[in-house]
């Protein structure tokens, strides 16, 4: 849905934060490795590189994921349903998966890294504008 020709309303019902976070994603027995490109709490949209995945992944397909954190020692673990492929990134399409519910264990570690990437990106924002003399 447009208003007035502009862009697509955004639908997401969480906000999402850049990371760089690695996860691994396991599907039909087997484990791949992923670079969490952004996250939120109800889902994530991962990098799988150049990872054959032997069968393609559908729409509403069951995946586990493992994220892991830098600073925790507690890595974020839920299944996930596949809710689409983003194919604009030319030979690396990206998966984005929506979370199944989650135990509050799984949330609590979720909440910790997205805190955790909010302050990273606060961090990196204050030091771009120091090295440019922006106040």
Known sequence: MTDHGGPPRERRRHPRALTDLRATMNVRGASHAARVINLSMGGALLDLGATPLGAPLDKGQL????????????????????????????????????????????????????????AELRRRVFMARARAGID
Not at 83 to 88: D, I
Not at 99 to 116: I, R
């Open 63 to 118: 995946v586990s994921l493992v994220i892991s954190s830098r600073s925790s020692e507690r890595p974020f673990v839920s299944d996930a349903r596949v809710v689409l492929w983003n194919t604009a990134v030319a030979g690396n399409p990206l998966l984005a998966v929506q979370f199944e519910p989650m135990t509050d264990e799984a949330t609590e570690a979720l909440e910790e890294m997205l805190s955790e990437a909010v």
